[in-house]
């Protein structure tokens, strides 16, 4: 086409993208408040209460040797009114879940309530899953018997249908007791009390891992507060952080309303799969959901990279890397050093994250309302080392690449051209914090943001942002599998 035309044309593209985008940002908004993740928030929440629970059971032995251990009753008494409260709550929001129903069924078995009622409720259900899951509890709860020729068939049941974790451990036990094999059932006790003996030094050491972390954060920010220059970049080395070319406020504009005109194109064609993840995480296992979510992060973000090659980089013979500031050796710093540096941002985030949640719960906030939270949760109970390593990637080294490319080498650089460093890092990390549509962890991404900005414009390399993302996105899918694995 004639330049004019061609001109008017890309024009109309942008406005229309434009609109489509607005458009489906609302519906995205409206869907999140309809589907919460915290239905899944309070079924763990009352799995962790009662792993605590177990876990001080475990240590009653020892705790009786050292004399009076009312305090211990106390906590478990408490462990268990939270675990009831959120239970309740779990299935209200979701009261077909023959699931919720079992998981409360085995927890008022536990503490001596009713169970007739919750029985009652899973068999009206009537889907297979129900039908078997009343049939398991039955023979254990009501029955209490069962034949040696019905036990491999319970069993398997139980595997299949009953979400690994301290409900299914319950059950196994239960399933021994009533099975008449003595010493199958003494073997299931014993592997019982060793594994949540085991759990709580397990939650000991992480706890202790993040407050020396968080010490050693609150010292790197003290320094860099306090004894390293408060404007980390003369006017001569902006040349170095900011971008090798002006690509102009519609080119900018241009690549981040392609991507998301093309995330939102994608949505439909994916939503089948991607809304019932939590579901394929208990029927197919976590490995499966690791695949389909990074199948679903590629489709939706890796186009962001190739659009800003295409409409940015392509036309001036620029190196990629050398656009987006991918550096792996700077003046003062090489790969070693990089890396380090991104380490310390790490660190640093974690007692500034504490604290921005904090501020943010005190607005208010009801928690993350992201939908990979739910799938997260729900594929960490199943401990399978090959799943977990495709989390790490899914979760901590594709969003690191991805998101670090588009927010801190494209866009902060670009800013960089026409803005001092402290009014790019607070767009940029906005800017960052809104594309991940998560009202619930909004503050929290800011501060994110602005963290891997200011290391960024500090060293004058992508790598350092990479690496803290990395190890960011890596430890907070590991803290889910510490507490809920």
Not at 281 to 307: D, H, K
């Amino acid at each position: 086409m004639k330049d004019e035309k061609r001109k008017l044309l890309l024009h109309l593209l942008l406005v229309f993208s434009t609109l489509f985008v607005i458009g489906q940002i609302y519906m995205s908004v409206e869907a999140r408040k309809n589907a919460s993740n915290e239905v899944f928030v309070e079924s763990d929440k009352a799995e962790m209460a009662l792993r605590m629970t177990s876990a001080l059971m475990a240590l009653e032995p020892v705790l009786k040797s050292g004399g009076d251990n009312s305090q211990v009753k106390q906590m478990q008494s408490k462990f268990y009114l939270e675990a009831q409260s959120s239970l309740d709550k779990s299935i209200k929001l979701a009261p077909e879940s023959s699931i919720l129903l079992t998981k409360r069924l085995v927890f008022h078995n536990e503490t001596g309530k009713p169970i007739k009622g919750d029985l009652t409720a899973i068999n009206k259900i009537g889907t297979d899953k129900a039908k078997k899951l009343s049939r398991l509890v039955t023979a254990i709860y009501i029955d209490k018997k069962i034949s040696p020729e019905h036990l491999p068939e319970l069993k398997t049941i139980l595997k299949k249908e009953m979400p690994g974790g301290w409900y299914q451990d319950i059950l196994n036990v239960q399933i021994e007791r009533v099975s008449g094999t003595k010493k199958a059932y003494e073997k299931a006790v014993d592997d019982f009390v060793d594994h949540y003996r085991n759990y709580l030094i397990r939650i000991a050491a992480f706890f202790a891992v993040i407050a020396v972390s968080a010490f050693v954060g609150i010292i790197v920010v003290l320094v860099q507060l306090f004894m390293l220059p408060r404007k980390p970049t003369s006017e001569e080395d902006r040349a170095k952080i900011a971008a090798p070319v002006a690509w102009g406020a519609k080119t900018v504009y241009g690549v981040f309303i392609a991507w998301l005109s093309t995330e939102f194109l994608v949505v439909p064609l994916l939503k089948g799969v991607s809304k019932d993840l939590a579901n394929i995480a208990v029927e197919r296992g976590s490995l499966t959901v690791a695949l389909i979510t990074a199948g679903l992060y590629l489709s939706q973000n890796l186009p962001s990279i190739f659009y800003i090659w295409f409409f940015a980089v392509r036309n001036h013979g620029i190196r990629f890397a050398e656009a987006i500031r991918l550096r792996w050796k700077t003046e003062r710093r090489g790969p070693v050093g990089l890396v380090l540096a991104g380490v310390a941002t790490w660190f640093a985030a974690i007692p500034l994250v504490i604290a921005s949640t904090y501020i943010a719960n005190q607005l208010g906030s009801q928690g993350s309302s992201n939908p990979i939270v739910a799938v997260v949760l729900s594929s960490v109970k199943d401990s399978n080392p090959l799943a977990v390593i495709m989390f790490l990637i899914t979760l901590g080294v594709l969003p690191a690449l991805c998101e670090e490319t588009l927010f801190r080498g494209f866009l902060y650089t670009s800013l960089r051209r026409r803005f001092g460093a402290f009014l790019s890092i607070v767009i940029s990390a906005t800017l960052f914090s809104l594309a991940h549509f998560d009202l619930g962890g909004a503050v929290q991404l800011f501060v994110l943001g602005a963290l891997f900005a200011f290391v960024f414009e500090r060293t004058k390399s992508l790598i350092p942002a990479m690496v803290a993302h990395c190890m960011w996105n890596s430890g907070t899918f590991l803290m889910a599998l510490t507490m809920l694995g």
